[in-house]
């Protein structure tokens, strides 16, 4: 079946302009989750999203990321006013419930300049 | 101490050979561990996913947990060029939540 899917696979974006990066999970899953990659960092979570659940946002680096989930399906990850250090791969993932295994998506490679 | 570690290599070992990758985490309480593959450019790929005490094949791997040691490794027979990439670890601390944590993963390259 279908994997995950995210949109656009590369993003060139100004210091200063806001981005929306889409993501579009495996059907059925639950469970959806957002990272970012970037050289030196790792992996690092970012937000996650349970059914109807709060979403857990303990990942975010600041108030100028914001992510969210329509209908429980397709999720978008919001960063304003963009930053360097903002530059990384932003990756999504699904599972069918918390503590399942993880699929992840391509990733969007986001630069900003 | 970073919560999940993993010596960053590069692993070399040739062909045909075990490649013996390993990880170790800091929170006793840790409940899930998976094994995720990257090749260069791409995106993590699951591997493996162990959750109790002792040994989990599947063809060529093996993934092998201690609670106690707090340690959990990933075997992989017969080495193929293939397999050169970064295998990254990653951990749960609960069943209650999805954050996976992961170390900074290890460079394996096998060599024909």
């Known amino acids: 079946g279908a994997g995950v899917s995210q949109s656009p696979s590369n993003k060139v974006t100004e210091k200063g302009k806001d981005v929306e990066l889409r993501c579009d999970p495996i059907s059925g899953h639950t469970a959806l989750y957002w990272y970012r990659q970037s050289l030196g960092q790792g992996l690092e979570f970012l937000i996650y999203f349970q059914g109807n659940s709060a979403p857990d946002k303990s990942g975010l680096p600041s108030d100028r990321f914001s992510a969210e989930r329509t209908g429980g399906s397709v999720s978008t990850l919001t960063i304003q006013r963009t930053q360097q250090e903002d530059s990384a791969v932003y990756l999504c993932a699904s599972s069918l419930s918390l503590a399942h295994e993880q699929y992840f998506g391509p990733g969007t490679r986001l630069t900003v300049t | ?112």
Do not use: H
């Open chain 2, 1 to 112: 101490q970073k919560e999940v570690e993993q010596n960053s290599g590069p692993l070399s070992v040739p062909e045909g050979a075990i490649a013996s990758l390993n990880c170790t985490y800091s929170d006793r309480g840790s409940q899930s561990f998976f094994w995720y593959r990257q090749y260069s450019g791409k995106s993590p790929e699951l591997i493996m996913s162990i959750y109790s005490n002792g040994d989990k094949e599947d063809g060529r791997f093996t993934a092998q947990l201690n609670k106690a040691s707090q340690y959990v490794s990933l075997l992989i027979r017969d080495s193929q060029p293939s397999d050169s990439a970064t295998y990254l670890c990653a951990v749960t601390r609960s069943s209650n939540t999805g954050k996976l944590i992961f170390g900074q993963g290890t460079t394996l390259q096998v060599k024909p």
